[in-house]
C-alpha cells in the first residue's frame, strides 16, 4: 500500500513500482458506476492506491449548474472512507481557475517521482471528448489512460496514441450523476445507485431539491 505524494521512491510489496491509479471527475454526486470502476480496474491492474480527485472548476460545464467543490469533496471522502486502497486528493479543488488534468499529472508526477505508473481512470464518454481536453497531447506522456465501458456510451480509442490507453470491460452500472440529482430533485429514491452515506449527506445539506 502507498500512502502520501512521497512514496514515488518506494516499491510496492510486489517488488516493482508503485502503480497509483487517479480517478477524475466532478462527483456531483459520487455514485456506485464511478466505485465499481475504480476498484474493477484496481484489480486489473494491480494498482497500489486509487486517488480520487474532484475537479475544482469543470470548465466545460456551466458554472452555474455545479455544486460546491468542498460539498462534491465531502461526498467523495465519504464515499471512499471504507476502503483503505482508495484516497481523495484536494489538488484541483485548492488550485485557482479551470480546471485542467494536465495541470494536476505534472503535480501528481512530481510529487510522486518518476518511477511511479499513473494510471488516468475515465469513462467511454470522458475518453471519447480526451482530444478536446486542454494540452491533449501532453497528457498521453505523463500517464496511461484506461477507458471504462459505461452503458450510452461508445468505448473507443480511435484517433488516440497506439499504446498509451487501455479499454477494459467493467461491470456495466447505468447510473449517472445527472440522474441521480434529477431523482433527488423529484423526491424519488437514489438508495443504493450511491452509497448510504450519500443519501443521508444529500438528505441532510438539501443538495439537488431545488435545483
Ligand atoms: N456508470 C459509470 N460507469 C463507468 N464510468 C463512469 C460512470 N459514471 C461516470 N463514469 C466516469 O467517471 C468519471 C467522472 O464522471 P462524472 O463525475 O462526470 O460523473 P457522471 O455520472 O458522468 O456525471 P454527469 O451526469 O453530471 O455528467 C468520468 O470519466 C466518467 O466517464
Ligand atoms: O483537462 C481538461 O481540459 C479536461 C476537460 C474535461 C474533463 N477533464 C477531466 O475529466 C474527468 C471527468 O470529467 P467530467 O467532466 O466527466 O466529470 C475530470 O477529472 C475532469 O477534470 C479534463
Given amino acids: 500500500m502507498v500512502h502520501g505524494h512521497n512514496s514515488g521512491r518506494r516499491s510496492s510489496g510486489a517488488g516493482r513500482p508503485p502503480r497509483i491509479g487517479i480517478m477524475g471527475g466532478t462527483f456531483d454526486p459520487v455514485h456506485h458506476g464511478h466505485l465499481v470502476a475504480a476498484s474493477e480496474v484496481a484489480h486489473l491492474f494491480e494498482l497500489d492506491e486509487v486517488v480520487f480527485v474532484p475537479t475544482g472548476q469543470p470548465w466545460q460545464k456551466d458554472p452555474d449548474k455545479v455544486t460546491p467543490p468542498e460539498d462534491r469533496y465531502l461526498m467523495t471522502v465519504i464515499a471512499t472512507a471504507e476502503n483503505p486502497q482508495f484516497r481523495v486528493d484536494r489538488i484541483e479543488i485548492d488550485r485557482d481557475g479551470p480546471t ?22 475515465t469513462g467511454a464518454d470522458a475518453l471519447g471528448a480526451i ?43 447505468a447510473i449517472s ?17 450511491v452509497p448510504d452515506g450519500i443519501v443521508r449527506y444529500i438528505n441532510k445539506t438539501g443538495l439537488y431539491r431545488d435545483s
Avoid: Q
Fill in 131 to 173: 482530444l478536446g481536453w486542454h494540452n491533449a497531447d501532453e497528457l498521453f506522456e505523463l500517464a496511461h489512460f484506461v477507458g471504462c465501458n459505461r452503458p450510452g456510451h461508445r468505448l473507443s480509442d480511435t484517433g488516440l496514441p497506439e499504446g498509451k490507453v487501455s479499454l477494459v470491460e467493467v461491470p456495466a452500472l
Fill in 177 to 193: 450523476s445527472t440522474e441521480c440529482r434529477e431523482r433527488v430533485r423529484k423526491g424519488e429514491p437514489i438508495w443504493y445507485l
Fill in 100 to 121: 485542467y488534468t494536465i495541470d494536476t499529472l505534472r503535480e501528481l508526477r512530481s510529487s510522486y517521482g518518476p518511477s511511479v505508473e499513473l494510471f488516468f481512470i
